[in-house]
């Protein structure tokens, strides 16, 4: 299936791009898709604590994900 993902902070940094396109299994999980992430791009799987959100929710790594689901991925945030 074919996703789009909407990349924020270091995540937007590490992959080089806000919006990322890629392709995934029929039945891929949102562990899947960090496992993706991780493989092509090897930083990614520094991050500590990421949340990823399926169409306007947060989705833990066991979720299903489905073509055309909006899927973003949001970093730690830091302030002061």
């Not at 999980?29 to 949340?51: C, E, W």
């Not at 169409?55 to 830091?78: Q, T």
Request: hydrophobic fraction near 40%; proline fraction near 4%.
């Amino acid at each position: 299936m074919n996703i789009k993902i909407l990349c924020f902070g270091i995540t937007r940094d590490i992959i080089g791009q806000f919006e990322y396109a890629t392709s995934l299994g029929e039945s891929a999980t949102v562990a899947d898709l960090k496992q993706h992430l991780s493989t092509n791009f090897p930083t990614f799987a520094t991050l500590k604590s990421l949340r990823v959100a399926i169409n306007s929710e947060y989705a833990e790594d066991s979720a299903m994900l489905k073509e055309n689901d909006e899927i973003v991925l949001i970093p730690p945030v830091s302030g002061g």
